[in-house]
């Protein structure tokens, strides 16, 4: 095992982490692998807990950290408001819901995005999770793992293949060598320093009297069906569809757990219209069934140069013209109007 001094604590004694994520991204086992990490691994003392709202992909999730020094417990499980690390899931979140909030000039700040933004806090590492996870066939959260991990300035490499061989390896033996690849590979974009300039500082947010608060049920952030931004519901990639391929067999449809495709009567049979993006989750299923190729898996980003785009066509790949993307093609597709003759 390995032994390591927590060199810096906060008042109440604890080096305490935080990440900021999306249901579905995995932020919630990472939270708890850290916890493990710092009880079992490491000879500290230990907690880790997550809050989310519904259990569903696209819902914002919190996990929180404590380590503390060895021979002292920690004893509370309140949220972590000026954490020593703080690790982003998704970019989109920076820019809808205040996950900086507390970060002070000794933070480190690692966003999981394909490249660093002007207005992000110098201090922000970023390591392309997405990109790296699917290189590896790993998760997310295993690439995020490596990353936060080293940033504590405190984890070997060694220690951390340990915890994912005795936690995932025991349960998911096919995937431990893709996941510890995928731990290593966020392991290594990291910087055991942190990066030098100016850093900021976010203010915690201050409690809220309860008559101030947002009304029950109002949703006041995205990532979820009600605002129609879906932005941060997804992993970060989805499928393109390459009409010129397709043969038409339907897998991809019967496949798909959310009836994305869109398919409308034609002279031969069934064809394949596209994808409705709006009801897409990511999970690239559909990518994996197609016989030919026709559905590839492409990095979703997002739409700056298309300003008017409705926040739901905002989201998709630049690679999809926009008349090609979501709900809007369907709707003035040919099947939508061979429907709407026969209503007639
Ligand atoms: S699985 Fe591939 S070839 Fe078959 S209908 Fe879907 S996109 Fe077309
Ligand atoms: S990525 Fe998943 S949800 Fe999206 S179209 Fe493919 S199978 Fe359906």
Redesign the pocket.
Known sequence: MQRVDLPIVNDLGYYEMRLESIGGLGANLCGKLLGELGAMYLGLGAASFASYGSEKRGSPVKSYIRWCRPGKEVRINSPVHHPHVLGIFHEALLDSYPVLQGMTEHTRLIINAPCKQKHWPAQAEIVDAGALAMRYKSRVNMVMLGAIAKATGLVSLESLKELISHTLGQRYPALLASNIKGVRAGYDVVDERAPKGDAAVYESEKPRRYEEAATGGVITCIGNIVTHDLSASREGWIPL?HPD?????????STCPDMV?QFAVGEQGPV?RGLDYQHCKGCLR?VA????Q??TAVKEREWPEKPYALPNQSLITADIPMEASGANSWMSSEAQETERRIEE
Do not use: E, Q, S, W
Request: glycine content about 6%.
């Open positions: 569809f391929r397709c043969i038409h067999c339907g897998l991809c449809d495709f394949n559909c069934v197609c016989p030919v026709a559905l």
